[in-house]
């Protein structure tokens, strides 16, 4: 059975830094990988959608790397800024479905 | 576009009651779901949807009923509420099947069961 892990379950990081979240998964056998946002009281937002043939995805400030054979997956931010402040998410696509991580609490200090 | 819309935005119940959450989307998705998610947990789905009147179970079904009557609805509803199942539920609609596509979610449903 597919199971996603994402630690550590908070991270706080003074503005401008660079950092790393990371997601892992037990079975390599994915079709991809996704990372999404949840601001308080909302929805997700999906940032970036990785396939199981790539290892990686670029959108702005955010780079996701795809490792499958050691089941892991980051997620870079760079020049971190207060509005990066949320929860972050990652899923992986398992036989059809997203099996889901708990996520990683980002606070940003000004 | 309005993308996915959910009511209510938060509802108390007594156990036992029943209640229908709506989920609608205007971006003629084929393939639309419900997730619950509870405290230090990820997503978990409960049903979803491949097209109207195509529906089928999720991770965690029980006590959850849906219908997919046209494109645009999959309402979820709760036959006999129970404190188990206070949560925040998201409903989200994507082109395709789950992942293999852009999600687009609705903004939530908490529920609280008394």
């Known amino acids: 059975k597919q199971e996603v892990t994402q630690i550590p379950a908070a991270l706080s990081v003074p503005e401008g830094e660079n950092l790393v979240l990371n997601c892992s998964f037990t079975?390599?056998?994915?079709?991809?990988l996704q990372w999404f946002r949840q601001d308080p009281g909302k929805g997700l937002t999906s940032l970036l959608l990785?396939?199981?043939s790539q290892r990686e995805q670029t959108s702005g400030r955010l780079n996701a790397s795809l490792d499958k054979s050691s089941g892991r997956s980051t997620l870079y931010i760079a020049a971190s800024q207060p509005g990066d402040s949320a929860t972050y998410l990652c899923a992986v696509d398992s036989n059809y479905q997203l099996i889901w991580g708990a996520g990683t609490k980002l606070i940003i200090k000004p | 576009n309005a993308g996915v819309t959910q009511t209510p935005k938060f509802q108390v119940l007594k156990t036992g009651q029943s209640m229908t959450l709506q989920c609608a989307q205007d971006m003629n998705h084929e393939y639309m779901s419900w997730y619950r998610q509870d405290p230090g947990m990820g997503l978990r789905l409960i049903h979803y949807s491949v097209g109207a009147g195509i529906t089928d179970q999720g991770e965690v079904p029980n006590g959850y009923n849906v219908s997919r009557s046209t494109t645009e609805d999959f309402p979820l509803r709760l036959l006999s509420a129970a404190p188990s199942q206070t949560s925040v539920y998201f409903c989200?609609?994507?082109?395709?099947?789950?992942?293999?596509?852009?999600?687009?979610f609705g903004p939530g449903t908490r529920l609280l069961v008394l």
């Open positions: 990785i396939q199981s």
């Open positions: 989200a609609s994507s082109s395709s099947l789950a992942g293999r596509e852009t999600q687009y």
């Open positions: 079975d390599s056998a994915i079709y991809n």
